[in-house]
């Protein structure tokens, strides 16, 4: 009886069956996913990629077209995998339910990145919030963050805090701004906590689920950089590449 309850107790702390078909085998076991699905979830490795925000790029010049031609104001993008129909199915999954297996699967590689990134001697890293403010203070709504287990790792090898200097910009605040203030601040979906202005951290390692257009990711670092900070990195799970 114990015995069977410590069984029980082991299936809840490693991942025993596939995340996406249920199967047991060898990988699921390790990786969260069985051999078959693993395989299915596999990308192509590009030969170059683009130096600041790492998308795949046809020749070796050292960055892309659109990190070229614009503001760039992150560092460098670490992303695991390119993204692919089912990565992004997954990535789905993980948001709608705690899936323990499908996160160790979008996860793997983690370490490798980090312990790359432990060079850098980075300050402190930040959740990229999503999400509306009042939802995460409502701790009976609060939504569970597929990046959480991104941190989960950056905390155990980096061991740099977590901060959150980003506040969701308010409805309010923007009412109260005159044409040509909301003009100049409406593209901004945060402002700085008023706690962090001026102040933050000089090495800063965002964390989201997945780099898309790096619209977000960008706007975050303008205003992290515009309060102090000299370089961001970005890590997430999946990459947008086409
Ligand atoms: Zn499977
Ligand atoms: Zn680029």
């Known amino acids: 009886m114990r015995y069977l309850f410590f069984l029980r107790l082991l299936d809840f702390f490693f991942p025993l069956l596939c995340g996406i078909c249920g199967r047991e085998d060898f990988f699921s076991l390790k990786i969260g996913l069985c051999k078959r699905c693993a395989y299915t979830a596999r990308t192509a490795k590009p030969s170059y990629r683009c130096n600041v925000c790492s ?13 070229d031609s614009r503001n760039v104001f992150f560092t460098k993008v670490f992303s ?13 999954k993980l948001k709608s339910n705690h899936e323990y297996p499908v996160s160790i699967f979008l996860s793997l590689g983690i370490r490798k990145v980090l312990r790359e990134l432990k060079i850098l001697d980075i300050d402190a890293c930040i959740l990229l919030p999503s999400y509306s403010k009042n939802r995460i ?4 709504l609060r939504p569970f963050s597929p990046s959480r287990r991104l941190y989960e790792e950056t905390e155990r090898i ?6 959150d200097p980003l506040m969701k910009t308010s409805a309010e605040r923007q009412a109260g701004k ?14 700085i906590d008023p706690n962090w202005a001026d ?5 800063i390692l965002l964390l ?25 990195y970005v890590l997430t799970y999946l990459r947008v590449t086409d």
């Open 208 to 232: 989201d689920d997945v780099f898309t257009t790096g619209a977000s990711v960008n706007e975050a670092s303008r205003i992290l950089k515009k309060n102090g900070t000299k370089s961001v």
């Open 80 to 92: 695991l995998r390119d993204r692919n129909d089912l990565l992004g199915e997954l990535l789905n």
């Open 55 to 67: 998308s795949p790029i046809a020749a070796p010049f050292t960055v892309c077209e659109f990190c």
């Open 137 to 140: 203070s409502n701790s009976d």
């Open 158 to 163: 980096l061991k740099i805090p977590l901060i």
């Open 178 to 191: 005159s044409f040509s203030e909301r003009f100049f601040h409406a593209y901004s979906a945060w402002d």
């Open 199 to 203: 102040r933050c951290p000089s090495k």
